[in-house]
C-alpha cells in the first residue's frame, strides 16, 4: 500500500497574507526558531513575491512556497 504525507495547511493559511509573521512562525515549529537572519530576510522575500489577491489558493501557495523553503533550508536540515 502507498504511504503518504498529509500536511493540513489550514493552521498556516491565516498567515499568508503576512510572510514575515507566516515565516517566523514556521521557524518557531521547524528550527525552534532559530533560523538565520539572512536566511528569514530571504524567505520573507520569496513568499513574498508570489502574488497575494486575497483568494484561498494564493495563500496556499505562500504556505507551500514558505514550507518549500524550509524543507531545503540549511537551518532545517541540519541538526543543531
Same mark, same amino acid.
Given at each position: 500500500?502507498?504511504?503518504?504525507?498529509?500536511?493540513?495547511?489550514?493552521?498556516?493559511?491565516?498567515?499568508? =497574507?503576512?510572510p514575515?509573521?507566516?515565516?517566523?512562525?514556521? =521557524?518557531s515549529?521547524?528550527?525552534?526558531?532559530?533560523?538565520?537572519a539572512?536566511?528569514?530576510?530571504?524567505?520573507?522575500?520569496?513568499?513574498?513575491?508570489v502574488?497575494?489577491?486575497?483568494?484561498? =489558493?494564493?495563500?496556499?501557495?505562500?504556505?507551500?512556497?514558505?514550507?518549500?523553503?524550509?524543507?531545503?533550508? =540549511?537551518d532545517?536540515?541540519?541538526?543543531?
Open positions: 500500500p502507498q504511504r503518504l504525507l498529509v500536511v493540513l495547511l489550514a493552521a498556516f493559511v491565516v498567515l499568508a =497574507s503576512n514575515a509573521a507566516l515565516v517566523d512562525y514556521l =521557524s515549529l521547524l528550527t525552534y526558531g532559530d533560523l538565520n539572512t536566511t528569514r530576510q530571504t524567505m520573507v522575500d520569496a513568499v513574498g513575491a502574488p497575494f489577491n486575497n483568494k484561498d =489558493s494564493d495563500r496556499v501557495w505562500r504556505v507551500r512556497t514558505a514550507l518549500t523553503l524550509f524543507a531545503l533550508s =540549511s532545517f536540515v541540519i541538526q543543531k
